[in-house]
């Protein structure tokens, strides 16, 4: 039997230096990735342009697969989704729900719906404080968003 201790056999597989570099490189891609997600470039603004329309609505969930959306001033119902209907607002609904609840923030709070210069329609999470860019989801999901604003 050797002298060798289970120390001995084990091998570094890097060096201190190298795992210095990795968790400095792993830091520096999480601080790009938050601040590219979370920062509003000019040149973005630029690319919207103004707004044209925009509404406050509220988003209540009346039974499984069936959305309702009210004008959060007024509290006037705006449409009711359910069966075919709406598909991209019922599906979007579980995950906007979601953000809210992780962050105990109010569900009923509301959601501002806006039509921009460029076309664009952007729903933005007044409680989350994220803005939502639905031509990202295709240009017909955006279009259920858009018919709300009429």
Same mark, same amino acid.
């Given at each position: ?84 209907? +709406? *598909? ?8 906007? %729900? !979601? ?7 109010? @569900?009923? =709070? ?8 460029? +076309? *664009? ?8 404080? %994220? !803005? ?7 240009? @017909?999901? =955006? ?8």
């Amino acid at each position: 039997m050797s002298g060798t201790t289970a120390t001995d056999d084990r091998r570094q597989m890097f060096s201190k230096g190298t795992l210095g570099l990795l968790a400095g490189v792993m830091a520096l891609s999480v601080v790009l990735v938050y601040f590219s997600n979370t920062a509003v470039t000019q040149q973005d603004a630029i690319d919207r342009g103004e707004p044209v329309a925009q509404r406050t609505i509220t988003l209540h969930q009346v039974r499984a697969g069936e959305i309702s959306v009210h004008d959060s001033e007024t509290g006037n119902l705006i449409a009711r989704f359910d069966g075919n209907k +709406g *598909g991209f607002v019922r599906g979007a609904m579980p995950a906007l %729900k !979601r953000l809210r609840m992780v962050k105990r923030l109010p @569900a009923d =709070a509301p959601y501002l719906l806006v039509r921009w210069q460029s +076309g *664009g329609v952007t729903l933005e999470d007044t409680a989350v404080g %994220k !803005r939502f860019y639905l031509h990202a989801f295709g240009k @017909a999901s =955006a279009g259920v968003f858009a018919n709300l604003l009429k």
